[in-house]
């Protein structure tokens, strides 16, 4: 298990890698001054290992999210996606809700991932 060390009071990032998963535990803000910190964390972690097969974010210490953290969510999707890894949004806080609901993006960021010719699941 890994705690990045932050520039920022606003945003701590829990990281344990186990097998074929890899667990993010979000602590904090995910906005415009360090969401970036996470996008950067998913893509050590994803190009760091070979074999990871599902990304476990864990959104239970989120504290606000802005449209800069959802768009880093989206692009920690899209990356999932190309990978072949399984995205999880996991204990998902009443605001990362809303959001999620309010701009479409519920559905996308977490619904299963497609099984089928062409998919692996």
Do not use: K
Not at 48 to 76: K, N
């Amino acid at each position: 298990m890994t705690t990045m060390p932050l520039p920022s009071d606003h945003l701590r990032l829990t990281t344990v890698d186990a097998d074929d998963r890899v667990r993010i535990e979000i602590h904090g803000d995910l906005d415009y001054e360090n969401a970036y910190l996470l996008q950067d964390e998913v893509a050590v972690r994803l190009t760091g290992r070979v074999g990871v097969r599902h990304l476990d974010i864990h959104c239970a210490g989120l504290g606000t999210i802005d449209s800069t953290g959802l768009s880093v969510l989206l692009m920690i999707h899209r990356r999932t996606t190309a990978a072949g890894v399984c995205l999880h949004l996991e204990d998902r806080p009443a605001n990362l809700e809303r959001l999620l609901d309010i701009t479409g993006t519920l559905d996308l960021l977490t619904a299963p991932p497609a099984v089928g010719p062409g998919t692996s699941g």
